[in-house]
């Protein structure tokens, strides 16, 4: 009887489970059906820095290339050739693939060298998949027949030095490189694994965040703590170091103070940074692809042996910018580099410091903010902002100096408290935050902490002595930030540009007709991209597609949240909106000025280098002066928001592993 009593009380929560069940079943089915149900290549020797060439085929010359192949079985080899744009090449090309350790020619065909296009692939097909055993070292060779002399032929290579474990011979001579080569399977990879490993995760979180919030009612801030780090991590995962197109460059930066921490050199007299071989070499997977995702896994246990540890050269300059958002995933960096660490768990501890600083940030600014709390929680748990947060870019800081302030001018405006000592701290941190980085962009936000500062004032909730104290030691701190940037200043990667190809104050004076009709062209042309990308939608420069609907249901939460509820304490004063609707309506301006400025030229129709993800530090008060008393919800359904923005992101992951594998 009891039993029968639990199963009825608990009838809802059963339910549900069983409901989210069912949800990840049709995602799994799904997911296989259209990601891992199919062959695919895997580029196994590359190159990211050098483009260079064997020279040029001769008649009976013999090529050998080492191959170490982590499948169980492949069904073709693709060799990359290139003939400088000659297409009348004649001769043959005899191709095998050998088993190194018995020396069994597995497969072998010939090739009329007419057929091979510049810098392509030749793919040598099998007629049935070969069965590979496991860490041998087979070999393909390359034998030159009937070439005329005037034919051009030869092959790419990788970085010099790029593959310890394998080599190259030009008849019988070894190479410093290796030519790049693909091979294609059917096997299901460490990309199929760790995603039903992902999704499995994602069905344990669905059920302890359902548990959490709608049974144990715990406090909101906690469980963003919770969900914030537990999506980090896995966007952390899936989006590598360096596959963002900036991110080589922040990464770079943070090297740069790591050099400086550990007291080795720094840059080269060119400017680029140094750094241990394994981290230039290791992590140099620029592509968000397939084959560079399971290099990545691979690597996750690697050990670094001494060669690994040099010192090297790379093509990498830091960033010529403030310091101050580098400092802590610099230090990541060095705990790995101290400890021997690989490329993977090196570059690893710089982005969870960082996600760790923003996650508990955001906790504690969605704990003190009085009202209003969905909407900084579900802000938070955007694709974009997430991703930005388990990164190298400095734009992690710029958000959370954004909630940061946004949290404490809601406070300070709206509870009937003097100012306390930590909201005076996180005040003045957040203005720093807002006027260092990004150039100024977001100066017009801070001008309503003065409006701030004044309504206490004449509430009485501030002397003028410690407004004073605010304002100063919000100037002391910039002032001692470029003072320390200085001294550990960076090395700028800015290429000279023709100062005439792009504007400055006085053409845009001049050429004011065009300029409206520039900023029509962007606001009507372009703004969809900046709502669409602001939450997700490409991730930054990655050109992931995620899916529209899946960023409109983000858009429509945050709508939800911003609407009143009948529980309500706060009401947002109409001359507060003006205030600050106007001040966020300049702030917009100014960053889009500063593209206009700095990124657009003199040919482009519209202004050029505003991405969706610059409106991220504002939108938290444009949400909140959303809030008005002609809409209002009776029920409060916070915790029903927040709890679908978390079932949307499996959805996200699947995008990002369809980019992968695509």
Not at 385 to 402: C, E, K, M, P, T
Not at 620 to 627: G, Q, T
């Amino acid at each position: 009887m009891n039993l029968l009593y639990n199963v009825k009380s608990n009838k809802k929560n059963i339910i549900v489970i069983f409901t989210l069940l069912c949800f990840f079943i049709v995602i799994g089915i799904v997911s296989y059906c259209s990601l891992f149900n199919k062959k695919y290549e895997e580029v196994i020797i590359t190159f990211d820095e050098e483009f260079a060439f064997l020279e040029e085929f001769k008649e009976n010359d013999v090529i050998e290339q080492e191959l170490l192949i982590n499948k169980k079985s492949i069904s073709s080899i693709s060799v990359q050739f290139a003939t400088f744009a000659k297409a009348d090449n004649k001769g043959s090309l005899f191709f095998e693939l050998i088993n190194s350790e018995s020396e069994e020619i597995l497969y072998s065909t010939d090739l009329d060298i007419s057929l091979i296009g510049d810098n392509s692939f030749v793919d040598f097909i099998f007629d049935s998949p070969l069965s590979i055993e496991k860490d041998i070292n087979y070999i393909y060779r390359i034998t030159i027949t009937d070439l005329e002399e005037d034919a051009k032929l030869t092959c790419l290579l990788s970085d010099r030095n790029r593959y310890s474990n394998i080599d190259l011979y030009v008849n019988n001579e070894k190479s410093e490189y290796d030519i790049r080569t693909k091979v294609s399977s059917e096997d299901l990879d460490n990309t199929f694994y760790v995603y039903f490993i992902t999704l499995g995760m994602f069905v344990i979180m669905s059920i302890l965040a359902y548990f959490l919030i709608f049974i144990r009612k715990s406090k909101i801030e906690n469980i963003y703590l919770l969900m914030a780090l537990f999506l980090g991590l896995i966007y952390m995962f899936y989006i590598m170091p360096r596959v963002a197109p900036d991110e080589s460059s922040h990464i770079a930066t943070s090297y740069y103070i790591s050099n400086c921490i550990m007291g080795t050199e720094t840059v080269d007299d060119e400017g680029f940074v140094y750094m241990r071989s394994i981290d230039k070499f290791g992590g140099s997977v620029r592509f968000p692809t397939k084959t560079n995702f399971n290099k990545m896994v691979d690597s996750i246990t690697y050990k670094c042996n001494s060669k690994d540890l040099n010192i090297v050269e790379t093509k990498q300059k830091p960033l010529n910018v403030n310091a101050f958002p580098y400092i802590f995933s610099s230090l990541g960096i060095t705990i790995g580099r101290i400890l021997d660490l690989n490329w993977v768990w090196t570059f690893g501890l710089g982005r969870i410091i960082n996600l760790l600083i923003f996650a508990f940030g955001v906790r504690y600014a969605i704990k003190i903010i009085p009202e209003f709390k969905s909407i900084i929680f579900l802000i938070g748990m955007w694709p974009m902002v997430i991703q930005q947060s388990a990164s190298y870019s400095y734009d992690n800081f710029v958000n959370l100096g954004a909630i940061f302030f946004t949290t404490i001018i809601i406070k300070l405006l709206y509870e009937n408290e003097k100012i306390k000592i930590i909201d005076a701290v996180l005040f003045v941190l957040s203005m720093y935050i807002l006027i260092v980085m990004k150039f100024g962009a977001y100066m017009p936000i801070i001008v309503l902490s003065v409006w701030c500062l004044y309504r206490m004032y004449r509430k009485k909730n501030v002397n003028l002595k410690s407004f004073l104290y605010i304002i100063l030691a919000t100037i002391a701190l910039v002032l001692l930030s470029y003072i320390i940037g200085s001294s550990i200043t960076t090395q700028s990667t800015a290429t000279a540009e023709l100062e005439n190809i792009h504007y400055s104050i006085s053409s845009i004076l001049t050429h004011k007709g065009k300029i409206i009709g520039m900023i029509g062209n962007t606001l009507f042309g372009k703004i969809d991209f900046y709502l669409f990308s602001m939450v997700g939608s490409g991730l930054g420069w990655l050109d992931i597609e995620i899916s529209k609907i899946v960023i409109i249901m983000f858009f429509v939460l945050v709508i939800l949240a911003s609407i009143k509820r009948k529980d309500d304490k706060i009401t947002i004063l109409k001359k507060d909106k003006y205030m600050i609707g106007s001040m966020c309506l300049l702030s917009a301006m100014f960053v889009v000025g500063g593209m206009l400025l700095s990124w657009t030229t003199i040919y482009d129709t519209a202004i050029e280098g505003v991405q969706g993800r610059y409106f991220i530090p504002i939108i938290f008060f444009v949400v909140i002066i959303l809030r008005n008393n002609i809409i209002e919800i009776k029920r409060n359904i916070d915790r029903e928001l927040i709890y679908f923005s978390l079932l949307l992101q499996p959805f996200v992951v699947y995008s990002i592993c369809n980019y992968l594998v695509r």
